[in-house]
């Protein structure tokens, strides 16, 4: 079974703070995916990689950045928390480059900014 | 642009029921739809993924279809449970960004016992 893992289930953080959110594949998959999920606006893609060291612009991409130094990390850089921030962050990968793999997602982390 | 719509947005049924979600998309060119479960406040799961090639996929109680060309999939549940309450969503690969994924807004589902 593939096996996505975000760091944390629940975060609380300040505003002002840079915030790491972390998460890890085990598959191998070329692809790696961060959304976050607000009621009624449903999922947006924040940033996707293809591939170690490449990144693409989501649709939300302002104030957040990412990194991805190996194959099987993703990670999602808040770099100064807001509280509009306040969210369900999702990761997710899915393998080959013509997209025509099945997507697996992380168990979610819950974010609160005050 | 893809556009994904799921109607209704919300669903209650008797436990026992045989019930169909419905999942509509704007372009046909797509590698693939993908239908998921989200239990609140957790991560999505995998369902059923149908390729473009491919009409229909079944896993268990679960049957997924896929019509290209009027843009629509159908998600299928069997003799349903309380257990399925969920959200359930739909998500398409589309030629246009094969890196994209583009999902549907859900349906909530809640079976009644």
């Known amino acids: 079974d593939v096996k996505v893992t975000q760091s944390s289930r629940y975060l609380v953080k300040r505003t002002g703070e840079k915030v790491f959110l972390e998460c890890v594949q085990d598959?191998?998959?070329?692809?790696m995916f961060w959304y976050r999920q607000d009621p009624g606006l449903g999922l947006r893609l924040i940033y996707f990689s293809y591939d170690v060291k490449m990144k693409e612009k989501g649709d939300i991409p302002e104030g957040y950045s990412v990194s991805r130094e190996k194959k099987e990390r993703f990670s999602l850089i808040l770099e100064s928390a807001s509280t509009n921030q306040t969210s369900m962050y999702l990761c997710a990968t899915s393998g080959g480059w013509r997209g025509n793999t099945e997507a697996f997602f992380g168990q979610g982390t819950r974010l609160t900014v005050v | 642009k893809q556009e994904v719509t799921q109607i209704p947005a919300a669903l209650s049924v008797p436990e026992g029921e045989n019930l169909v979600l419905n999942c509509s998309f704007t372009?046909?060119?797509?590698?693939?739809l993908q239908w998921f479960r989200q239990d609140p406040g957790k991560g999505l799961t995998s369902l059923l993924l149908i390729q473009s090639s491919q009409r229909e996929q079944t896993s268990g109680r679960l049957n997924a279809s896929l019509d290209k060309s009027s843009g629509r999939s159908t998600l299928y549940i069997a003799a349903s449970q309380p257990g399925d309450s969920a959200t359930y969503l739909c998500a398409v690969r589309p030629y246009s960004s094969a890196s994209k994924i583009i999902f549907g807004s859900g349906t909530r589902l809640s079976i009644r016992p």
């Open positions: 598959m191998d998959h070329e692809n």
């Open positions: 372009d046909s060119a797509i590698y693939n």
